[in-house]
């Protein structure tokens, strides 16, 4: 079965940039999202087809995808980015496969 | 205004039937645009595609949970349904439903829990 494999946790100091990383086989060609999730909270799709943003999601965010490793980076951290964040990749075999999740926190 | 809305039982016995219902309100269940997915978040832990699902029937299921999965649409009420069979206590989640688009999903509502516990 296909696996996306993301850190357990990232922290960011205010104002700095945040990096969270996404990995997993031929990424580069699963059509990599990413979803923001707030406590108590549905996800939010924040980035989708590697680097497209959806409309009403700061350009503060943004995403990149490598050979085998998709990032969200997250520029000017605001205290208010402070969540958990998703990759979400979807693969011929397996249809949609999520990562573990990221915890970003800001301090 | 899209709005999706999970309902559901709340509790469930062990090795009985999950349902569950998203309605769908502010767009059409049968859009060719779109089709509708099931995601579900056990407490405290992360996110787990459970199904997708297109007005046609199509439907796309979790290799490991496929052999207890039916999921139905109703186009007249707009909504589409869930049934999972002998649940046990790890089936114990927030269910979503949410609409999906190209290779991700763009909406989200916002959950029902479901406990699964005698």
């Known amino acids: 079965s296909y696996e996306l494999t993301q850190p357990p946790s990232v922290s960011v100091s205010p104002g700095q940039t945040a990096s969270i990383t996404c990995s997993g086989d031929?990424?580069?060609?699963?059509?990599a999202s990413w979803y923001q999730q707030k406590p108590g909270q549905p996800p939010v799709l924040v980035i989708y087809?590697?680097?497209k943003r959806p409309s009403g999601i700061p350009e503060r965010f943004s995403g990149s995808t490598s050979g085998n490793t998709a990032t969200l980076t997250i520029s000017e951290t605001h205290p208010m980015d402070e969540a958990d964040y998703y990759c979400?990749?979807?693969?011929?075999?397996?249809?949609?496969?999520f990562g573990g999740g990221t915890k970003l926190t800001v301090l | 205004q899209l709005q999706l809305q999970e309902s559901g039982p709340g509790l469930v016995k062990p090795s009985e039937t999950l349902s569950l219902t998203c309605t769908v309100s502010g767009d059409s269940i049968s859009s060719h645009s779109y089709y509708w997915g099931w995601v579900r978040q056990p407490p405290g832990k992360g996110l787990e595609w459970i199904a997708s699902?297109?007005?046609?029937?199509?439907?796309y299921y979790n290799p490991s949970l496929k052999s207890r999965l039916t999921t139905s649409v109703d186009t007249s009420k707009n909504q589409l349904s869930l049934k999972l069979r002998f649940v046990t206590a790890a089936d114990t989640a927030l269910y979503y439903c949410?609409?999906?688009?190209?290779?991700?999903?763009?909406?989200w509502g916002q959950g029902t829990l479901v406990t699964v516990s005698s």
């Open positions: 087809q590697d680097k």
């Open positions: 979400q990749g979807w693969d011929s075999s397996t249809d949609v496969v």
């Open positions: 031929r990424l580069w060609d699963k059509y």
């Open positions: 699902v297109y007005y046609s029937g199509t439907t």
């Open positions: 949410a609409r999906g688009s190209g290779y991700r999903f763009d909406f």
